[in-house]
């Protein structure tokens, strides 16, 4: 049951994905196709999800390919929080690629079958907490993105620009800081119940923990030094690159 939802969910995010790019190229055209893709990949994981919940003896997102297919879930979620108004909707060129990518890798780490641990209460808000904090951040590295994309676009006076229909670069910029303060909120949270985890059933300090610390510590003075525009743009991806680069070397390291 739970690999039919999957494959329909994969197929709706890769579509979305394509129609999103085509959109890119002929305003107008792909829009509609490339928002019901996310809606239905959405409602067809969101499905999936549920039946791993049922049927799992324990958490079915401990492993790492649990935690990738629930990711991708909170990521998708997150970006319809914006992306069903036309004009963000091409922040699902950067979006979808991605959720159909960590998706597959979830399906080929044996993340769909559902299987997982007893971890504890204190794990399992902490795993869920810190994911849904990452992807909020990858949301607004989505944003961020989007920004340097079309602040180029502006400056070279691009004549596609006036054809799309985007956000002004200040709606982007507001939005990008405030997703990066909800983040930090959300793994603030995260790394809190880790902390109480550590404290009270013990465990090492690993690399994992230093990486999130450090990746805590980038956007957290982003946002102590009210960083705007460009500047703001750029932490947030390097802070998404410090995520999404180390902390997969380190969980195969460990």
Request: net charge positive.
């Amino acid at each position: 049951m739970a690999e039919l939802l999957f494959w329909p969910a994969l197929f709706a995010y890769g579509e979305a994905a394509v129609a999103y790019a085509g959109e890119a190229r002929r305003p107008g055209a792909f829009g509609r196709p490339a928002i019901w893709g996310v809606r239905l990949g959405w409602l067809a994981q969101t499905a999936l999800l549920v039946v791993q919940a049922a049927r799992a003896d324990g958490f079915p997102w401990s492993s790492w390919g649990g935690a990738l297919n629930l990711f991708a879930w909170l990521v998708v979620s997150a970006y319809l929080i914006w992306g069903c108004r036309p004009r963000f909707g091409l922040l699902g060129l950067a979006v979808m690629p991605v959720a159909a990518v960590l998706l597959g890798l979830a399906y080929a780490g044996g993340g769909i079958a559902g299987s997982g641990d007893h971890p504890g209460a204190l794990l399992a808000l902490h795993v869920v907490f810190m994911l849904a904090g990452f992807a909020v951040l990858t949301l607004a590295a989505g944003l961020a993105g989007f920004y340097l994309w079309q602040d180029r676009s502006l400056k070279r006076r691009e004549a596609r620009i006036l054809r799309l229909r985007v956000p002004p670069l200040e709606s982007l910029e507001r939005l990008t800081g405030r997703t990066v303060a909800v983040s930090l909120a959300v793994l603030t949270a995260g790394i809190v119940f880790g902390l109480v985890r550590f404290a009270t059933e013990g465990g090492t300090f690993d690399a994992a923990m230093g990486i999130t610390l450090v990746a805590w510590a980038l956007y957290s003075g982003a946002v102590a030094a009210r960083l705007h525009g460009r500047r703001l743009a750029r932490a947030s991806l390097i802070g998404f690159a410090v995520v999404l680069v180390v902390l997969p070397i380190t969980h195969f390291a460990s």
